[in-house]
Structures are given as structure tokens and as C-alpha cells.
């Protein structure tokens, strides 16, 4: 419902072919982990209808008050915890696909890996040139025990991605990692921000936060402050999933764009943004 990457503009002479009365959930099957989802349904409210049940829908693009599973299925939505559960195409199971013929296809079904060709990985993140999706079956998992969120700020963008380098070179992979730098943040006294969530039991997050504390050291942080509540932690997420509402009150126009980087080339990339963005004066808010 937010188009935030295109995918709904239409072009002269067009069509637009809006599906969210389409938003009812069909089917929840909790033994065999799947819900079957009709294309309006929002990607939160994947997440509602079984979280009473202990169970949860991975993706959570910044939208996901707003945007629906039909546009996450057409442009290949991610979110903040990709890191550790993947994007869309990493948590759909099948689909009902209509062709601009009028075809109605099946593709995939309520397990993982269907037979023969991988039609699913070819219609997700196709941008609706192929048709368009009417119903989905994606994967829903147990929710973790809990989780806690870190916030770690330095002097430089450079020094916080060497940082997120050094987590992710040792092995430990949060259950989300995400950078914002200081056009995103306005905090005064520092450059740049990682936000850092684990989960599991209390002695797992424990233990997985002293680990990244002691990694991100050598770095010398200005200040490393852990959420010591859900309310907390909510707080620390509602200021990232805000920014590019932020970003569009700071400009009236903005250009958002996703790259693809080494993690052992964010320094040498942050700071060449950084240069480029001073060189021919545009302004550039990091938030990934």
C-alpha cells in the first residue's frame, strides 16, 4: 500500500488493479508451520493473526503497518531481520498467479521445495511484469523466547562499519543488524549508530551481547547502551523504522536506493559516499 519502491506506478494509458479488499486470511495451519493469505492482507497482520499462538512472520520491511503481501511477493521485500531469516523469497512456500492472459496459476503449495522448476524464485521480486499474485502460502515460525536490542554509537561511519564487519567476521550473526548515520539520527555527539538485536533465552542474549560488546571494543564506541525492556527495545525500532519518514520531512524530494556491498568494504564506501555527497552537494542519509 505504499509503493515506497515503485512497483504500483503506472504508466501513461494504464490500469491500476488495486487488490487490498483482498485481505482475508484463509487458512493457519500451526502443526505444518503456513498460513494461506490473500494478496491485501498486510505483512504485520501475517504476524497478528498467529502471534497469540507464539508464532511469527519473518520479514518486516519498515512499511509493514502499511504494505502488503502481494507487493512484498512482487518486489522481494525484506527488512530489518533478513540477516538472520532471509527476504520474502526465504519464506514463501506457494502462490495463486494470475497471468495477463487471465490464466489462474498454482505455483509451489503448503511445503517446502516443490517439484520441478523453480517457478516461485521466478515470479518473486519479478515487479508484477509477469502477472500478479492473488494468494499466498508463506512460512510462519516459532517466536523466540525473547530479544534484546543494543544501541552502539561512534565518532566516524567508517569506524561503525569496520564494526559491523568485525561482528559478522567473528561468526556471530544477530537476528538484526542495522546502521544510521547522522543526517538520520541528528545525535549530536555522535557520527554514526548500530542498532544490534539478538534473542533467545536470557542467558543467550547474555551471553551473545557481552560477545558483541567485546567485539565492537577495539572500535572504541562513544556509548553502548542496552534496552533493558520490550518497551525499551520497541523505542529503539520505532526511531529505525521512522527514517525514511524522517529522510521526507528533512527534504521534499528524496531518492531512496539499495546497494549490495562486501561487508569488508563498508569503511572505504561510507566514507566515498561521504566525500561525493560534500563534492557536488547533495545530501545522502545512510540507513541500512
Keep these: 500500500g505504499t509503493s515506497l519502491s515503485g512497483g504500483a506506478l503506472p504508466l501513461a494509458d494504464a490500469v491500476v488493479i488495486g487488490l487490498m479488499r483482498m ?166 555527539e555522535a557520527e554514526a549508530l548500530l542498532i544490534i538485536e539478538v534473542e533467545g533465552s536470557e542467558a543467550e542474549q547474555t551471553s551473545l551481547l557481552n560477545t558483541i560488546k567485546d567485539i565492537c571494543a577495539p572500535f572504541k564506541p562513544i556509548s553502548m547502551k542496552l534496552a533493558e525492556s520490550a518497551e525499551q527495545s520497541l523505542a529503539i525500532w520505532k526511531g529505525r523504522k521512522g527514517a525514511f519518514g524522517a529522510v521526507g520531512r528533512i527534504s521534499p524530494d528524496y531518492l531512496c536506493m539499495d546497494g549490495t556491498i562486501p561487508t569488508g568494504e563498508l569503511p572505504f564506501v561510507l566514507k566515498r559516499i561521504g566525500e561525493m555527497s560534500a563534492q557536488y552537494g547533495l545530501g545522502v542519509a545512510n540507513v541500512f
Excluded at 518486489?75 to 523469497?89: E, F
Excluded at 542495522?178 to 543526517?183: A, L, V
Design 23 to 188: 485481505n482475508r486470511i484463509r487458512e493457519i495451519n500451526l502443526a505444518d508451520r503456513y498460513a494461506v493469505v490473500e494478496a491485501g492482507v498486510t505483512n504485520i497482520g501475517i504476524t497478528k493473526a498467529v502471534e497469540g499462538d507464539g508464532f511469527f512472520y519473518a520479514p518486516d520491511p519498515s512499511s509493514q503497518l502499511a504494505c502488503m503481501i502481494g507487493g512484498n511477493v512482487m518486489m522481494n521485500s525484506g527488512g530489518a531481520h533478513c540477516l538472520k531469516y532471509g527476504v520474502t523469497a526465504n519464506n514463501l512456500l506457494g502462490l495463486t498467479f494470475v497471468t495477463i492472459e487471465g490464466e489462474v496459476i498454482r505455483i509451489g503449495g503448503e511445503h517446502l521445495d516443490a517439484a520441478g522448476y523453480d517457478w516461485l524464485g521466478l515470479i518473486t521480486g519479478s515487479e508484477g511484469q509477469l502477472g500478479m499474485v492473488t494468494e499466498v502460502t508463506v512460512r510462519i515460525l516459532r517466536s523466540p523466547e525473547g530479544a534484546r536490542a543494543m544501541l552502539a554509537a561512534f565518532d566516524s561511519v567508517e569506524v561503525a562499519g569496520a564494526a559491523v564487519d568485525a561482528i559478522i567476521g567473528a561468526g556471530v550473526i544477530p537476528v538484526a543488524l542495522e546502521f544510521m548515520d547522522k543526517p538520520c539520527i541528528h545525535a549530536l
